[in-house]
């Protein structure tokens, strides 16, 4: 899949999994902090996140504060797919 | 004295955002369920997270805390509250085998999700707890606004309760037998005794403090037994009312929890029959349906029929009262074994 | 207002089944955490719980003779301990149902301990299971309110890990404010598919027994046991059991996270910070703090910090959670029983496991027990959901 279709498909995931109802794709920027700032996620969402690169991915991310980091915005999020992705 | 103030209702009926007890909403499939008001005052971030329990609790509380500010406690009642997260979470167990699972509906499935949400979003560190108990959870709840007025004078107190018929309690409860088998209108719940009776849900918070001032109705007294023998609930009852109406007083109006259920049919004659047709009787669960802290929508209604001063025909079992209402003793059981009697006044009464 | 009187206490827990069994194994030390027995969880053998030492069978016969067949192990440990309590305070049985005697319990499991009949009785359409009745919080103060037949006030909460020490504070004040003559008060947990696999998706269960307060803690191990403590008005205690009085209680919210503290740890700072007011005690006056101590990264920093910030000198402390895991809702009531043996005994049980102080906070907590003079005990219960109680026991 391309860089640019994954984008929108895990922020359409995102939105899905976390119930984010008001919030659209296109509200999330790819550089834009997910945590904290910009959209406001906190460490009950972290985890979630890390649950849905496992079932939809295949990654098994063991720490989480490593997985912070990978989750830190759509562009190192994505990226880190594209490298580790087993499904 | 504890003294209601502004109060909050949502339930199934036409109780928010506007009130309007002369018309009535049909139970739909046998349920009494709540078309849910918007809500704007909570935040998405918050709401994303929050089953029908929670955002009933939190959409109730926050137009009061927007117009009184803080409380020095919150007193919230659910017996159910937070189950349908519980099986959603159990669902995954299940699903996944106990492997790697998603902890949101974990942490939003425990009983005191509803009050840490409105502490959450209010900021508010003070005094805050969760009765759980059944169909007592209310009165339980009332019993701790009571105590913490008289601990603390001049405080004021968010007290409130919600449940929801999810997936658990209505399948659950229906196996157990408490809900009507066959269709049934709640128009029809009382002209067609049967075993059971049919669910409903609903959340209900008030502004409660010892200020008689603009204040809606006075809280005068809460007890509750556990008995499913009827003269024990009658000898507790005579209590409750030696201790509460001495010389021989009755009360304005006898609101009952009846539910249509035949077999609960013997307690509320029982009690009906002490005051001998002398005291008008008003019924609420065709209204809001059986759940375990529907006592409080009679609450409600009791504090929206004092301040008219009359009761709503469609709630009247039979005549309706010759006077003015200024005292409501409402008489509530939950499946016939847990048994409340609430004392409620209007503010024009003396004393 | 009467003073509030312990005159009874009954216990069971993964270190043992008694209040006298707990004391002996809290005193030389003996910890109740290691591999599940009885329950049926993919966890069994790889995650560390305290599971008390009965199947739920044993638990039934021993309390039932012929098994109950729609009660929950949870309701089978508050009846042990209830009973327990009964019999230490010499009640009669006219006492206990009595429309002056009140019960109060706690629990955050209730029967959901049985994970796959609720999920079965959720779904089917026929053909429940003897359960129906048994799922919910308040199922377990039914339980002991029909044993004994209790005809006074009766009432359930459910504030998560700090549950029963609300249940404590309630049966006080309805004791206080004439709602009651005396009160059986306390708290009952079961291990549950439902709490471990809860806690483990948040990432705070460990695979080592939790080391409280320690340096390179990774979280807690889940604990079962129950519970109960008879509180009467001081009028009435002549001639029995005076174990302690509950001379200070603080609820305060953290308002901050569903299930964290605030780094500064708010709620806890303001819960003891009430006990401490409600008592009239100085800080000086605390000899020591059962704390709650639960071996997270974030409980016990912030509940460190709370203790920084209220205690010029912070008190000797301990967490008896590394014995009995977190028996959640149970724990207020547990430990408010270890507390009083603190008193009663004078001396002061020590954390397990502890081998360096957390790096921001420098605390150490008592690691070898130790018998001292001991007047005011505080005692911390802090659940999800910001809940933050704390009870105050003293010597009578």
């Known amino acids: ?36 700032e910009g959209l406001g996620l906190d460490s009950i969402d972290s985890i979630e996140l890390i649950v849905l690169l496992s079932r939809e991915y295949g990654i098994n991310i063991q720490d989480p504060k490593e997985g912070r980091k990978i989750l830190s915005d759509i562009n190192t999020m994505v990226d880190y797919i594209e490298k580790n992705r087993t499904k | 004295m504890p003294y209601f103030h502004d109060s909050v209702c949502i339930s199934p009926q036409f109780s928010f955002p506007v009130t309007d007890l002369s018309q009535w909403r049909a139970s739909k499939n046998n349920l009494l369920n709540v078309t849910e008001p918007d809500y704007p005052g909570i935040p998405p971030g918050a709401r994303r997270r929050m089953g029908k329990s929670v955002r009933m609790a939190v959409g ?11 409380p020095d406690g919150m007193i919230i009642a659910t017996a159910n509250g937070g189950m349908e997260d519980c099986i959603k979470f159990l669902n995954q167990i299940l699903e996944y085998n106990e492997g790697l699972l998603t902890p949101a509906s974990f942490v939003q499935s425990t009983s005191n999700a509803a009050a840490a949400q409105i502490a959450l979003v209010t900021k508010n560190h003070n005094y805050n707890i969760t009765h759980v108990h059944r169909g007592l959870a209310f009165e339980n709840a009332l019993m701790d606004v ?93 209590k409750f009312l030696s201790e509460n109406l001495p010389d021989g007083e009755m009360p304005d109006l006898l609101m009952t929890g009846e539910n249509g259920d035949e077999r609960l049919v013997k307690y509320y004659d ?59 003793l409402i008489y509530n059981n939950y499946r016939g074994s847990q048994h409340a009697f609430i004392l409620v006044s209007g503010v024009a009464v003396d004393g | 207002m009467s003073r509030i009187i312990i ?122 299971t003897p359960y129906l009745s048994s799922y919910d919080y308040a199922s377990v103060s039914m339980a002991l309110q029909e ?35 005396r009160a059986i008060v306390g708290g009952a947990e079961s291990l549950a598919k439902f709490t471990i696999n809860g806690f483990n998706a948040l990432n705070i269960l460990s695979s080592k027994p939790c080391a409280p307060f320690d340096r390179d803690r990774n979280g807690l191990n889940l604990g079962e046991g129950a519970a ?102 149970a724990a207020g009531a547990i430990e408010a029983v270890y507390s009083i043996l603190s008193l009663v005994h004078q001396e002061v049980y020590p954390s397990l496991s502890f081998k360096n102080p957390i790096v921001e906070t420098g605390l150490i907590p008592v690691q070898r027990y130790v018998r001292q003079e001991i007047k005011n005990v505080m005692s911390n219960s802090f659940g999800f959901g910001g809940n933050c109680s704390t009870l105050i026991f003293s010597k009578t």
């Open chain 2, 60 to 70: 109730a509380a926050l137009p009061l805390l927007e117009k009184y500010s803080q």
């Open chain 2, 146 to 238: 009571v105590m913490s007025l008289k601990e603390h004078p001049g405080t004021s107190y968010l007290l409130g309760c919600t449940d929801e018929i999810s997936a658990y309690n209505y399948n659950i409860d229906g196996l157990a037998g408490c809900f009507r088998k066959e269709s049934v209108l709640n128009s029809e719940l009382f002209t067609s005794l049967a075993e059971g009776t049919i669910p409903g849900e609903g959340a209900f918070m008030v502004w409660m403090n010892n200020e008689r001032e603009d204040a809606s109705a006075r809280l005068d007294a809460v007890r509750t037994v556990h008995s499913e023998d009827p003269s024990t609930v009658l000898k507790a009852f005579n």
């Open chain 3, 228 to 329: 109960f403590l008879v509180l009467e008005r001081e009028e009435d205690c002549k001639g029995k059991k005076n174990y302690a009085s509950l001379t200070g209680f603080g609820n305060k919210n953290d308002a901050y996270h569903p299930s964290s503290n605030s780094p500064e740890g708010n709620g806890p700072f303001l819960s003891m910070k009430e006990a401490m007011e409600t008592s009239r005690l100085r800080a000086e006056d605390i000899s020591y703090i059962n704390a709650h101590g639960t071996g997270t990264e974030n409980n016990d920093e912030t509940e460190s910090r709370a203790m920084l910030r209220l205690f010029e000198k912070v008190p000797p402390f301990s967490s008896t959670k590394s014995y009995t895991g977190h028996t959640l809702g």
């Open chain 1, 1 to 36: 899949m391309e860089t640019a279709a994954l984008k929108q498909q895990v922020k359409e995931q995102i939105i899905h999994f976390l119930n984010l109802t008001t919030v659209k794709p296109e509200d999330i920027k790819d550089d834009e902090p997910l945590f904290g």
């Open chain 3, 7 to 128: 005159t009874g206490m009954g216990l069971i827990s993964a270190i043992g089944d008694s209040v006298e069994e707990n004391r002996d194994s809290l005193q030389f030390e003996r910890s109740g955490i290691g591999h599940i027995q009885f329950y049926q969880t993919a966890y069994a053998g790889k995650l560390p719980t305290a599971e008390v030492r009965h199947s739920t069978e044993e638990l039934n016969k021993k309390l039932f003779g012929k098994p109950n067949p729609s009660i929950t192990r949870t309701s089978l440990l508050a009846i042990h301990a209830a009973e327990e309590a009964i019999r230490d305070s010499g009640l009669s049985a006219d006492e206990i149902s009595s429309t002056e005697t009140a019960l109060v319990g706690a629990t955050t499991v209730g029967g959901m301990c049985l994970t796959d009949e609720i999920y079965h009785d959720a779904l089917a359409k026929d053909h429940g």
């Open chain 2, 270 to 328: 029982l009690i009906e029959s002490v005051f001998k047709d002398k005291v008008p009787v008003a019924r609420f669960k065709h209204f809001c349906g059986d759940y375990c802290t529907a006592s409080s929508f009679a609450c409600w209604l009791s504090i929206q029929i004092l301040k008219e001063g009359t009761v709503p025909a469609l709630l009247l079992k039979k005549a309706a009262p010759a006077k003015r209402v200024k005292r409501i």
């Open chain 3, 147 to 181: 044993r004994y037949g209790m005809m006074g006030e009766v009432s359930t909460i459910n504030t998560a890990c700090s549950s029963s020490a609300n249940s404590i504070l309630f049966g006080a004040r309805l004791i206080q404010h004439g709602f009651a003559k």
